[in-house]
């Protein structure tokens, strides 16, 4: 008891504002894994008006805070609630950091639709893509989580987008990915849309092998690829007339 008051006590007495930022990307590490929302949107805003870009708040506070979250759940040292509250600590710096990601003022380069596969609520990684992909300069419909081949389809039917973006996160869930490329094939509408897919489990080969026009490591690459896959794609619909 003793000893959590002492903690208690020192938490409190730390003062964000005041830490270097070396120690205060480490406290937001810290306040990530213990789940402080409040502490990592003040810390968040803290970093951006240190002239931090935001991608690299994003990647150096929050991803990288994420990162040891995930080693310690899959370690069993970390629980679901835990890790709930570690992820929507993360959304909250996330908040912050959205309009900055995307504010590039261009006029949208392309559509995409995005959203994660059946059976899979995991959804911090593929809102970061979406995020990066309006940052570039794309007009993201996030379809949100647990998506039938049906909810793909009617949001490809609705927004017509340029890529479909697939997100899973567990292995169970992965091979869903070619339920939905298998269905477009079998509707004749596959060659209508560059599939993108992405997630911590899946690899090229994996992206291949579902029928996928691409796999992205992650949110960075993803924004990478997609507008030259655009560019690509027109480029040949123009030479084929
Ligand atoms: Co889950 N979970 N989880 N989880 N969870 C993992 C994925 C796991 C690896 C943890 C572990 O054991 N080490 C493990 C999967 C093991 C496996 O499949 N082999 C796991 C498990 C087992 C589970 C449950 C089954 C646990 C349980 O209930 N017993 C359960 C499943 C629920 C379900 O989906 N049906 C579950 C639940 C949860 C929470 C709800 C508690 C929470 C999710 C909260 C949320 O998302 N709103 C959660 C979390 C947070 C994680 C970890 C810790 C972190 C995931 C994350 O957000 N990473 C994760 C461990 C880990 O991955 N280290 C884990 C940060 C994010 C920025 O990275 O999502 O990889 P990531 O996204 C990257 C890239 O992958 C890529 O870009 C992103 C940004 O750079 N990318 C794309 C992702 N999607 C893309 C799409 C693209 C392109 C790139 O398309 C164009």
Redesign the pocket.
Known sequence: MAMEHAAVLEEEDIVLSELDDGELVEQMHEDLYDGLREEIVEGTSILLERNWGAEKVLNEAL?EG??I???D???GILF??E??L??NA??GGMEILRPLLSETGVKPIGK?V?G?VK????????N??GM?LEGAGFEVFDIG??NSVEDYFEAMEKHRPD?L?????????MPYMKVVIDEMVKQNIRDDYIV???????NEEFGRAVGAD?????????ADV?PAMVRTRRLGAAVNG
């Open positions: 991803v994420m990162r979250v995930g080693i759940f899959r370690d679901v609630p890790v709930l570690a992820a993360m959304k995409m995005i994660t059976g899979d609520i995991h959804d911090i990684g593929k970061l893509v990066m989580i647990n890529i973006g697939m997100s899973a996160l567990l292995t169970t869930t993108l897919v992405g997630g911590a489990p899946l691409g796999y992205c490591r992650d949110a960075a690459q993803a997609a």
